[in-house]
């Protein structure tokens, strides 16, 4: 019965410890993955500023080809 009850023990802690590292790691490629998709918003937003002052620049063409 004693033998019983230690390998039970034995195998909620060891479960505990497999299913405490699936999580780690879970929410570490989730916070990855969410820091990801900032950048690529903010890279997204930025393309489409520069491509936005391309296709209409301010001032006169004197101006633009000395900044």
Same mark, same amino acid.
């Given at each position: 019965?004693?033998? =019983?009850?230690?390998?039970?023990?034995? =195998?909620?802690?060891?479960?505990?410890?497999?299913?405490?590292?699936?999580?780690?790691?879970?929410?570490?490629? !989730?916070?990855?993955?969410? @820091?990801? &998709? @900032?950048?690529?918003?903010?890279?997204?937003?930025?393309?489409?500023?520069?491509?936005?002052?391309?296709?209409?620049? &301010? !001032? #006169?063409? &004197? &101006? @633009?080809? #000395?900044?």
């Amino acid at each position: 019965m004693l033998v =019983g009850v230690v390998w039970f023990v034995a =195998g909620l802690a060891l479960g505990l410890i497999l299913v405490g590292f699936v999580a780690l790691g879970s929410y570490e490629r !989730g916070r990855e993955s969410a @820091r990801r &998709e @900032r950048f690529n918003a903010e890279l997204l937003t930025r393309r489409v500023v520069a491509v936005s002052k391309r296709a209409r620049p &301010e !001032g #006169t063409m &004197e &101006e @633009r080809a #000395t900044a």
